[in-house]
Structure formats: C-alpha cells, structure tokens
C-alpha cells in the first residue's frame, strides 16, 4: 500500500490553504478559457507562467494543471449552449449537445457532460496514480537510444493519427523539428539559423508560436466572414441534473469514452482532440439507435466529454515519468518546473515526491471543485457566453499580445507570435495541421541530444536502437506505423479490385 | 484545387531546401561524432522528400478534388481587409509600445479594433476601450508585476 501512503503525502500537500486557493483560481481561470473560444489553455497557462516564478514549484503547477484541465469542463458548455466549440476537444460534443439544447435539454446536456467529466476524470487519475510507479521504474533504465526510439514513436503517432494527408503531417513534423533546432545548440554552443538576432539565441520561443498558431490564426479565420450575433440556447435552465434514463443511456458511454481517452491520452503523442472523436465514433458503432446521432442523443456528449477529460488527466503520465511533455501546454508547465530546478522525468517521483504526489491529489480536488463550479454555477457561465465576439476578439488579442511581452520582457517574442499566426491563417487555409508542428517543436529538443548522444555511444552505428530490448519494441512500433498505411492501401486496392469484378 | 497543393507543396520545399543549405554550412561531423548541422540536415532531407513527394502527387491529381477544398478560397475583399486590419494593428502595438508606453498604445489598439472592424457607437467604443486599457494595466502591471514598458509618458 504504498502508494496509499505517497498520495497521503501528497493530498498534505494539496490540502494546503495557499495550495487549495491556488487549485481554485487555476480551475475557475480555466473554465473562463474553456468558455471563451478562441482563448486555448497554452496561451492561458502562458499568460500565468510568470506568476508562479515566485510561487513555489508545487503550487505553481498545480494551478496550471488546473487551467488545464479546467478548460476541458468549460468547452463543453459553449458547444451545448452556442454551437461553437469551446476548446478543439469539445468540437465533437456540438454534434448532439447542441441538438439536445435546442430541443429544450440544455440542462441535462450540461449536467451529463460536468458529471461524465468528473467521473471520467476521477477515474483516470486513478489509473495514473496506479500506472506511475511501475511505469517509473521502468524508465529508469531509458538511455539516450531509449529516448530517441520513444520520441519518434511518439511523432509518428500524431503523424498517423492527425487528419488529412499523412504526407501533409509529416512535413508539418519536420518543419517543427527545424524550429527546433534554431537557436544555440547544447553541444558545441555553434548558434544555429540565429539570423544573428540575439533573442533567438534561446531558439524560438514555443510560447510564441503556440499562441500564434492556435490562438490568433484562429481570430483571423473568424474574422473573414462578417461578425453575426451568436445564438445563446437555454436561457432559462431551471435542472441541470440528468434523469435516470439519462444515466442509464449514458453510464456504458462514459465507461468506454474514460478508457479511450486514457489510452489515447497517456501516449507521447497526446491525443486529447482525437479521444473524443473515437469515442464518439465507438459509441455510434454499438449504439442500437445510431441513426438519433446527430439529432441530440445524450451518449454522443457523455461520451466524447468523458474521454476528453480522461485523456487530459492521461497526458500528465508521460509529463511525470518519462519527462516527455505530450502537448504545448504541458510543455510550457515542464518550463514552469524546470526554472525552479526540477526536471520532471523517472526521477521525479524519488526526488521530489512532495511535487509529484502533490500534484497528483490537486487534481482529484480540482475535479471535485470543477464539478460544484460547473453545475450550480453554471448561470454565471451562460452570461460570459453573451459577450459579443466583436468585444471578445480584440480582448482576446490584447491577452495573447501581453502573454507574449512577458515571457521575457521582449519585443521579439511577438513578432514571433503575429508572424506565426499569419503563418497558422495560411496553413488553416491550405489545409495543414499544426500539431505536429508544436509536438515537433518541444520533441526536437529532446531528440536530437539523444540521437547524437547514442551515436556516440555507438560510434556511429544506428543498431544501437535495435540492440537494446526497449528500443527494440518501440522501434517495432514505429516499423508497424510506417508500414500498415501501405499495407491497408494495397489491400484496399484490391479489395475494390474484388468488389469490381 | 489542385494549384493550392502545388503552391504550398512548393514553398514547403524552399523552406527544406533553405535549411538544408545552412545546415551543411554548419557542419555535419561524422556519424561517430555528429556536429551542429547534423540533425537539422537529417530533417531538412525529410523536408524535402516529403514536399517534392506531395508535389509530384498533387500533379498526377489532375481533375480530381484535392484536399483543398475547392470552394471558395480567399475570403472576400472586405474579410481581406478586416483581416489585414488586425495584423497591422498587432504590429502597430508592437512597435510603437515602447514609445509611447503601455497605457497609450493598449488604449489606441482597443479603440481601432472596436471602431473599425465591426463598427460599434462612439461612447461603446471609448467606454470599452478605457476598461480594457484600465483593467489590463491593473491586472499585469500592478497585481501581476509584469514590468509593461512606460514610454515617453512616464506611464
């Protein structure tokens, strides 16, 4: 039972009075963000990040982890109530959230995607509490080969998971690990594609670039058309809390939406987005009525909602024990922790149980917090959704500009963001995606010291990814990934040759 | 449309191209002892593979959609202009924050954006514009300590 005692230690330090206010103002901030579209939760825990260089490391990240995760619950709400996906991970619960509130079930909309929320949530971190430790142990045998391996694994993953052309996300892969390699180099020292501007020396900033690809691109996508006033459904919300037949429609759906999203979460890759459009599919495939989806079916939100929470909650496994952040905002919390010294990777959990542990039990708290800020409180909510865009976005703007200024007090920083969000504009119009290019960002720099350093332990020959038993097996996953597209091409060429004659 | 594939197919190379160039510059060492151009070399190949590969199969696509929707692709000129509106008044921010100090340039971008991207009632514009200015400079500058730039103002 000893993880029992360590999360004992770690709910002491969660249950801190600062450490409890902090867990509040993170999920309560991220809740905003999650209702407000446009505002994603890496230009938010940006904008945050230099409060918490006075904080201590644990405190810190346990309100970024709330905004985080917070942001999951409050994209929900603008999905069912306007349409418009809050968050990219809650796209999916327009489909029948929206219909559910026009047809006058906006509350039990709500009410089943904060619950499924919460016990999708719950669960999963259960499962991270109980995947750790084991998990830890096990990466502290990773050398560089090992890294090198599992990084493009990782890649290759939400290369192979992204829509569209694979072609299209490979290249978006490669041109993130060019970024990443802008700047000083750690070797040598030898500055890299500086351009001899001295603010790129520290290599491009991801900050920047996030905010510009995510946030402001996506304004400009907005402001093509004209503005027109949003439709709020559900003014009046007299009960949030969903009926037995509610529960019993959507117990399995949650079920099966948490273990999808936890899989899907907890691969370096990160696949919150795509969670939930699995989830959503699967529970099409095994709903006896699929045809009401689409037209309002309560399983098509539980589902989707629990897996984008049980993947969030996921994406901290390979944060916490192999030191691969999965996404941007994750890696911006891996900067937060590492200014204070702490490296997070195998072993954090032996020399900083304080952090890791309390971290882990802040987010149980934050869930339960979530649920009563999202439920009873949901009114509040509803009135920020009134705001009119043409007010938000320049808002909007103005947050993202200050966020940028204050990483380092620097000019740079966004003209970066303005020049990579006219850069994501063209790229949404083109048809590109930009996760791998941030994914490629924040690996790069992870991957490039390993294969170098491998190679030097080799002396120059690349079976030393195949020699070692771990590499070995990931290096299958990643011969697996490139080979089965071709593989399913082929065969559905000639099933189609089949069906032909 | 398949031009918008070739085009962008086209640009993506330059870009490998560029950094395959530089990285070569920088030196690639030996496989035994890699150098600073090593890695960005490796990927800047992958670049190039991957986008001369995309542009020889959008050719062969002739007549067939492509992954670009073949709908509308520009927005219209007044969605050109709102657009082109912002990232002037987002580099306009940058450049002039630090002369004219945080307080009045935040003010200057507010009220343009609000005024004339979707023109709301002068008091609106001014009333929304002086909260926004006030609240971000109380919220970063006084709370949070952000140390926002002063200008010639001293504000």
Redesign the interface.
């Known amino acids: 039972m000893d993880v029992l005692y360590q999360l004992g230690l770690g709910f002491n330090v969660a249950l801190d009075p600062l450490n409890l206010v902090l867990c509040f103002i993170g999920v309560l901030f991220g809740t905003l963000v999650g209702v407000l579209p446009g505002l994603g939760p890496a230009a938010s825990v940006s904008l945050l990040l230099p409060m918490t260089f006075k904080m201590t490391p644990v405190g810190g990240i346990i309100m970024l982890a709330g905004i985080l995760y917070g942001a999951q619950y409050g994209g929900s709400t603008t999905s069912i109530l306007v349409n418009m996906p809050g968050e990219a991970t809650s796209v999916v619960t327009c489909f029948d959230g929206y219909q559910m509130a026009k047809q006058g079930r906006a509350g039990p909309a709500l009410g089943i995607a904060a619950f499924a929320s919460f016990i999708a949530g719950t669960l999963s971190l259960v499962g991270l509490t109980l995947v750790a430790p084991p998990l830890v142990r096990m990466a502290l045998e990773f050398g560089p080969p090992e890294y090198f391996s599992l990084t493009l694994l990782g890649m290759l993953m939400l290369i192979y998971l992204s829509r569209g052309p694979i072609i299209k996300a490979l290249m978006m892969g490669a041109f993130g690990f060019l970024l990443s390699s802008i700047g000083q180099e750690v070797f040598t020292g030898t500055l890299r594609f500086t351009m001899g501007i001295f603010e790129l020396y520290d290599g491009v900033g991801l900050v920047g670039v996030v905010m510009g690809l995510f946030g402001i691109s996506e304004v400009l996508i907005n402001l093509e058309t004209r503005l027109v006033k949003q439709e709020v459904v559900g003014e009046k919300i007299t009960s949030v809390l969903p009926s037995l037949q509610d529960w019993i429609l959507s117990i399995w759906a949650i079920v099966r939406g948490t273990i999808i999203g936890f899989f899907l979460g907890s691969l370096p890759g990160g696949g919150m987005v795509l969670s939930t459009f699995a989830s959503y599919a699967v529970e099409k495939k095994v709903s006896k009525h699929p045809e009401k989806f689409g037209t309002g079916a309560i399983e098509g939100v539980a589902g989707p909602e629990a897996a984008n929470n049980a993947a969030v909650q996921a994406t901290f496994i390979p944060l916490l024990t192999l030191g691969i952040p999965p996404n941007a905002t994750l890696a911006i919390m891996m900067g937060a922790l590492m200014i204070h010294n702490i490296i997070p990777g195998p072993l954090l959990m032996a020399e900083h149980p304080d952090v890791f542990w309390g971290i882990v039990s802040s987010m149980y708290i934050g869930n339960a917090m979530l649920l009563i800020l999202n439920l009873p409180l949901i009114g509040i909510w509803v009135k920020v959704l009134k705001v009119p865009y043409s007010i938000l976005f320049p808002v909007i703007l103005l947050v993202c500009l200050i966020g940028a200024y204050s990483i380092n007090g620097s000019l740079v920083d966004m003209v970066i963001m303005v020049l990579f969000s006219v850069i994501g504009y063209l790229m949404k119009k083109f048809k590109y995606e930009m996760a791998p290019v941030v994914l490629g960002m924040i690996l790069g720099g992870i991957m490039e010291p390993a294969l170098r350093r491998s190679l030097i332990i080799s002396n120059g020959s690349f079976t030393i990814f195949l020699s070692r038993p771990i590499s070995l097996a990931l290096m299958i996953g990643v011969a697996i990934l490139l080979v089965s597209p071709l593989i399913l091409r082929v065969m559905g060429k000639r099933r189609r040759g089949l069906g032909e004659r | 449309m398949r031009k ?2 070739l ?3 086209l640009a ?1 190379l330059t ?2 191209v560029i ?1 395959f160039q ?2 070569v510059g ?2 690639l060492g ?11 070399f490796l ?2 190949v ?2 190039i593979c ?2 001369s ?2 542009f020889v ?1 959008s050719l062969r696509k002739r007549g067939q959609l492509s ?3 073949s709908s509308r ?4 000129s ?2 050109l202009i ?2 082109s509106l ?2 002037m008044s ?2 306009m ?3 002039t ?2 002369y004219l100090g945080f307080v009045v340039t ?1 003010f200057l ?2 009220f343009l ?2 005024r004339f ?2 023109p ?1 009632k002068w008091l609106a514009v001014l009333l ?1 514009a002086c909260l ?1 200015t006030f609240l ?1 400079y109380a919220i ?1 500058q006084l709370w ?1 300590k ?3 730039p002063r200008g010639g103002f001293g504000f």
């Open positions: 918008y594939d085009l962008s197919s993506w870009v490998g950094f530089r990285s920088l030196g030996e496989l035994g002892e890699p150098g600073p151009g090593f890695f960005p990927v800047s992958c670049l991957f986008s590969i995309y199969s992954s670009v929707e692709f520009w927005p219209k007044d969605g709102r657009i912002v990232v987002l580099f921010f940058i450049f924050m630090n935040t971008f507010m954006l609000l991207i979707e709301k929304v926004t971000s970063f949070l952000a140390d926002l």
